[in-house]
């Protein structure tokens, strides 16, 4: 199998997962790291995985985690409990791990960008200053809860939720410009 149809494959893959859990109706709080095939597409081995077709395979993946994440983020308003909180923190961490580790790829494709550099290096320190804000925000709700587990302490950690979903949707989307303009060199 070609690497082009392989890449095709786990694409299609990814996505027929994220469709079905969203036909499914699934908001359980279930952290990134237990939805395998996603994961897995995003951490597939491969001998060049900084080629664009890889990279898209990574970003469809890091979608596909972050529509759950979306999801059971605006679950919290029906099941805003102690656990919902922490395993949305985690799923966060998880979801912002995956963006960082295609970060890295992006950066290693960003240093050969030649005239581009410029302009895609002030994105990706936008998307680095993202990461850094929503894990911040997801970091303090977890331990908001954990510290004083009542009503104003889960009201606090739901805004700080939010605030991280925000900044995680932000991600997405200046790693979709990011491999956009890699794409254009």
């Known amino acids: 199998m070609s690497k082009t149809k392989w890449v095709a494959a786990v694409?299609?893959?990814?996505?027929?997962?994220?469709?079905?859990?969203m036909?499914?109706?699934?908001?359980?709080?279930?952290?990134a790291?237990?939805?395998p095939t996603a994961a897995a597409a995003a951490n597939a081995p491969v001998a060049n995985n900084n080629t664009d077709a890889m990279?898209?395979?990574d970003a469809a993946a890091?979608?596909?985690?972050?529509?759950?994440?979306?999801?059971n983020v605006k679950g919290l308003d029906q099941t805003l409990t102690v656990g919902t909180v922490t395993a949305a923190a985690?799923?966060?961490?998880?979801?912002?791990?995956?963006?960082?580790?295609l970060?890295?790829?992006?950066?290693v494709r960003i240093a050969g960008a030649g005239a581009a550099q410029g302009s895609l290096q002030a994105l990706f320190a936008d998307m680095t200053r993202n990461i850094s804000n929503a894990s911040s925000q997801a970091a303090a709700a977890a331990k908001n809860v954990a510290k004083t587990p009542n009503g104003t302490a889960l009201a606090q950690s739901k805004t700080q939720l939010n605030a991280a979903q925000a900044y995680v949707v932000t991600v997405r989307s200046d790693i979709q410009k990011l491999l956009a303009g890699i794409a254009q060199r």
């Open 11 to 21: 694409v299609i893959v990814v996505v027929l997962v994220a469709a079905y859990v």
């Open 23 to 31: 036909w499914k109706g699934n908001t359980a709080m279930v952290p």
């Open 33 to 35: 790291s237990d939805q």
């Open 55 to 57: 990279m898209a395979a």
């Open 62 to 71: 890091l979608d596909a985690q972050i529509q759950v994440y979306t999801a």
């Open 90 to 101: 985690t799923q966060t961490q998880d979801i912002l791990a995956l963006a960082t580790k």
């Open 103 to 107: 970060g890295v790829k992006i950066q």
